[in-house]
């Protein structure tokens, strides 16, 4: 167990529709990044906040949109869903912004879009 | 920009046998190379890291991995493969500006 909890586990949903997947990072740790896992595109990094500010933003799309809170915990939040954004969303956490500190992932929550 | 190359999707070794995973990159400055696994269903674990210093760098679970400038790689090797390795295994690479690049995975599989 990484310590970084996400929910839901599961997400089913349709075309059109918006939804907010959320994130707790292990405790202590003040970076949280989020990344897609889809078979065609692999492992993309997505966002970063530190501390509640945005940090590194990778290949999000624009109907795509995240926050961190005071109490550190992440909102990723997708809209305007369609077909190709049935994929693995991941989020993870490391201490501070260093690049070369690891992260530790969440569990993931599947989207399934119909 | 930074890649990461994984140019096996799928490696097969006997248990006992030594293992290869292999991984080259792509970065401007001095990279941060990772290792990570994932088993299926679950989210990915981190194995080691290349910062700097020694070129080997030994991680979790009996893995090392050993980082050549020359070459732009960064493999991921295991003396004696165990069934319990098997698992997608997933090269990163990152520098100051945090952006993190995978490579696509490579699915270990080792046989009794």
């Known amino acids: 167990d990484s310590g970084v909890t996400q929910t839901p586990k599961h997400l089913i949903t349709a075309t059109g529709q918006r939804v907010t997947l959320r994130c707790s990072p292990r405790s202590g740790d003040l970076s949280v990044y989020w990344y897609q896992q889809s078979l065609d595109q692999g492992l993309q990094f997505l966002i970063q906040y530190y501390n509640g500010e945005e940090r590194a933003k990778g290949n999000i799309l624009e109907r795509f949109s995240a926050q961190q809170f005071p109490d550190l915990h992440s909102e990723l939040n997708l809209s305007s869903l369609e077909l190709g954004d049935s994929a693995l969303y991941f989020c993870?956490?490391?201490?501070?912004?260093?690049?070369?500190?690891?992260?530790?992932f969440g569990p993931g929550t599947r989207l399934t879009v119909t | 920009a930074q890649s990461v190359a994984q140019p096996e999707d799928q490696v097969n070794v006997a248990e006992g046998n030594p293992l290869t995973v292999k991984c080259t990159y792509s970065?401007?400055?001095?990279?941060?190379l990772f290792w990570y696994v994932q088993y299926p269903n679950r989210g990915l674990q981190f194995l080691l890291k290349y910062i700097t210093g020694d070129n080997l760098v030994k991680g979790s679970y009996g893995f090392e991995a050993e980082f050549n400038k020359s070459q732009t790689s960064f493999h991921l090797k295991k003396p004696s493969a165990l069934v319990s390795d098997s698992a997608l295994y997933f090269c990163a690479v990152r520098n100051n500006n945090n952006d993190m690049r995978f490579g696509a995975g490579t699915r270990l599989t080792v046989k009794p």
């Open positions: 993870a956490s490391s201490v501070a912004l260093a690049g070369s500190e690891e992260q530790y």
């Open positions: 970065v401007s400055g001095n990279p941060y």
